[in-house]
């Protein structure tokens, strides 16, 4: 099991960043959240098997190609979560 915190800069606010990420999720056997953050980024905090967590961020940044400018990706400590949600 691993778990991954990544950050998404870009035009990635207002254009259905967190509800694709959501429906993306269901595809995977992952957990984890997504949320807005105050800065204009995106947060995104999945685990799983870590073939299926890669899998999953490369699933997203495929859909989200040409709004994602940049992104920064750290390894956390495993969390307790179930499912895969939107934050606020």
């Given at each position: 099991m691993i778990c991954k915190r990544v950050?998404?800069?870009?035009?990635?606010?207002?254009?259905g960043f967190r509800y694709t990420a959501q429906r993306v999720a269901q595809?995977?056997?992952?957990?984890?959240?997504?949320?807005n953050l105050s800065d204009g980024r995106v947060e995104l905090v999945a685990q799983g098997a870590g073939e299926d967590v890669d899998r999953f961020l490369?699933?997203?940044d495929s859909a989200m190609t040409g709004y994602i400018e940049s992104q920064t990706v750290q390894t956390e400590t495993i969390q307790t979560l179930e499912g895969f949600g939107i934050r606020h």
């Open positions: 950050c998404y800069a870009g035009r990635v606010q207002g254009v595809k995977f056997p992952v957990s984890g959240f997504v949320r490369a699933a997203v």
